[in-house]
């Protein structure tokens, strides 16, 4: 290693291949934020792991918080998760849906990257903004399309936000019971809610 943080034997600056040098930062940032997460690493490190001067990391992803919302559109377990459960009819929905993302909650990869990136939301505010921009353009947005109705949006966003509450209070805080709760129970008591957001009728007011 030189004195200006170069890998001894290279100079600094680009390496041959942009596309090849561009991928390689790439995933040695997923390793690293799903190794260490957010605040534990530094573009240093990830400029180590990748084998590049941290100048070049600059230079391609300008921050971190830039980076992290690349990586986020590279690792797009959300948005295949809307996109399968989408496929079957729109009544199933809901309870595609909750199944599909609990089962990405408790898979030990899927959940450890899925805490990574709620816990960076939570520390950074452009990290939360990147994840927003995230889940707005490649998650809402299908599932609104899949919905179909007039307050499609609407209805989607409060779909995430009833489901990210939930994988909170179960996975993150684990509140309890919710926390030990059997997957049934959890699918039983949620997949009729995310339905009714989805596509119950909404015209009526509530009965107080």
Same mark, same amino acid.
């Given at each position: 290693?030189?004195?200006?943080?170069?890998?001894?034997?290279?100079?600094?600056?680009?390496?041959?291949?942009?596309?090849?040098?561009?991928?390689? @930062?790439?995933?040695?940032?997923?390793?690293?934020?799903?190794?260490? !997460?957010?605040?534990?690493?530094? @573009?240093?490190? @990830?400029?180590?792991? *990748?084998?590049?001067?941290?100048?070049?990391?600059?230079?391609?992803?300008?921050?971190?918080?830039?980076?992290?919302?690349?990586?986020?559109? *590279?690792?797009?377990?959300?948005?295949?998760?809307?996109? #399968?459960? &989408?496929?079957?009819?729109?009544?199933?929905?809901?309870?595609?849906?909750?199944? !599909?993302?609990?089962?990405?909650?408790?898979?030990?990869?899927?959940?450890?990257?899925?805490?990574?990136?709620?816990?960076?939301?939570?520390? &950074?505010?452009?990290?939360?903004?990147?994840?927003?921009?995230? @889940?707005?353009?490649?998650?809402?947005?299908?599932?609104?399309?899949?919905?179909?109705? #007039?307050?499609?949006?609407?209805?989607?966003?409060?779909?995430?936000?009833q489901m990210l509450g939930v994988a909170t209070a179960r996975y993150l805080v684990r509140t309890e019971p919710l926390a030990s709760a059997a997957r049934e129970d959890v699918v039983a008591h949620l997949a009729p809610v995310i339905q009714q957001c989805?596509?119950?009728? $909404? &015209?009526?007011? $509530?009965?107080?």
């Amino acid at each position: 290693m030189t004195a200006s943080g170069t890998p001894a034997g290279r100079p600094p600056g680009r390496r041959p291949g942009t596309a090849r040098t561009r991928e390689a @930062i790439l995933d040695a940032a997923r390793r690293c934020f799903a190794e260490d !997460g957010y605040a534990g690493t530094s @573009i240093r490190r @990830i400029a180590r792991e *990748s084998d590049v001067d941290h100048a070049l990391v600059l230079h391609f992803f300008g921050t971190k918080d830039a980076l992290f919302g690349v990586v986020l559109r *590279s690792v797009p377990l959300l948005a295949d998760l809307v996109r #399968e459960a &989408s496929e079957g009819d729109t009544g199933g929905l809901g309870e595609r849906l909750v199944r !599909g993302y609990l089962d990405l909650w408790d898979d030990p990869d899927a959940g450890r990257w899925l805490r990574v990136v709620a816990r960076a939301a939570s520390a &950074s505010p452009n990290a939360a903004a990147a994840l927003a921009a995230f @889940i707005a353009d490649e998650v809402m947005v299908v599932l609104a399309r899949r919905v179909g109705t #007039e307050n499609a949006e609407l209805r989607a966003n409060l779909v995430g936000a009833q489901m990210l509450g939930v994988a909170t209070a179960r996975y993150l805080v684990r509140t309890e019971p919710l926390a030990s709760a059997a997957r049934e129970d959890v699918v039983a008591h949620l997949a009729p809610v995310i339905q009714q957001c989805l596509t119950g009728d $909404v &015209s009526k007011p $509530v009965d107080r």
